[in-house]
């Protein structure tokens, strides 16, 4: 669904949207401003007065935009300004660099309690996979499920905000790297770089030269772990609440379950 006129016009949009590439689908681009439903007006909101308020060494994130109404979300859209820059398979050292400030940046924000309300598609993995809920999963995941989750041990890591899907950052030969789409979860800062890695294996076909990067992370293999049965509990999620015919995905996830399942027999963290 396109952002209505009225919505563009309260932001200052001019031009027709055109989609984005990537994500949900659903973001659009209107001249130079992006814009956004909202599913949740809390989390929105949160967003936004963290994006708006953090430094930036390191990284780039969007601003968000005030409408003429004064307010950040309109009929149920929010607005940001776009940020130029390419998408970049690989760069894995920059990568990691660029998440590591943006982590640094949001180490000292607290909990945010509206987490514990969550119920999408994408909190329920990561509470599944973090052992916070029961795990329910269709029979079409079931093996890989059951396969991942037998190499799982207790972790103890500190929890912060991190940036959930690490992949979203964009390349500039001007300026610092944009990570957009920003998608908060409250795990360990090093849970960031295990998604990266999985999505990685799984979508972009890396080689296992990718462990090298982080080959000093600590706790990799448990984490990687995690990473891969939050990403399939996705799938289950998505096909359960949305109805989207998306479980044929676990084809694609079966060499990187194998690959780090294998990991962690021989070093198990």
């Known amino acids: 669904m396109l952002p209505p006129e009225n919505v563009r016009a309260s932001f200052g949009a001019r031009g027709k949207p055109k989609r984005l590439a990537g994500g949900q689908g659903t973001t659009y681009l209107a001249g130079k401003i992006v814009f956004k439903p909202v599913e949740d007006e809390t989390e929105a909101r949160w967003i936004i007065d963290i994006l708006n308020r953090v430094e930036q060494r390191g990284f780039r994130t969007p601003k968000f935009l005030v409408s003429t109404n004064g307010t950040f979300l309109v009929d149920g859209w929010m607005a940001y300004e776009f940020l130029p820059g390419t998408y970049v398979k690989g760069s894995w050292k920059e990568k990691r660099e660029a998440l590591e400030a943006f982590h640094r940046s949001l180490k000292t924000v607290p909990y945010p309690l509206f987490f514990e309300a969550r119920k999408n598609p994408f909190a329920r993995a990561d509470r599944m996979a973090w052992g916070e809920m029961a795990i ?30 690490p992949g979203n950052i964009l390349f500039s030969e001007d300026d610092t790297p944009a990570i957009i789409d920003f998608s908060p979860y409250w795990r360990p800062a090093e849970f960031s770089f295990a998604v990266l890695i999985v999505d990685a294996l799984v979508w972009e076909r890396a080689t296992q030269s990718i462990f090298e990067e ?50 962690a027999v021989t070093a198990p963290f």
């Open 214 to 263: 982080f080959s000093d992370v600590r706790h990799i293999n448990q984490l990687l772990l995690r990473a891969e049965l939050r990403r399939i509990l996705e799938l289950d999620g998505l096909h359960r609440m949305y109805g989207r015919d998306c479980l044929g995905e676990i084809d694609t996830h079966i060499p990187t379950v194998e690959l780090i399942c294998s990991m």
């Open 136 to 165: 329910e999963c269709h029979n079409r995941l079931q093996p890989a499920v059951e396969k991942i989750t037998t190499h799982i041990k207790p972790l103890q890591l500190p929890n912060q905000i991190i940036q959930g899907d």
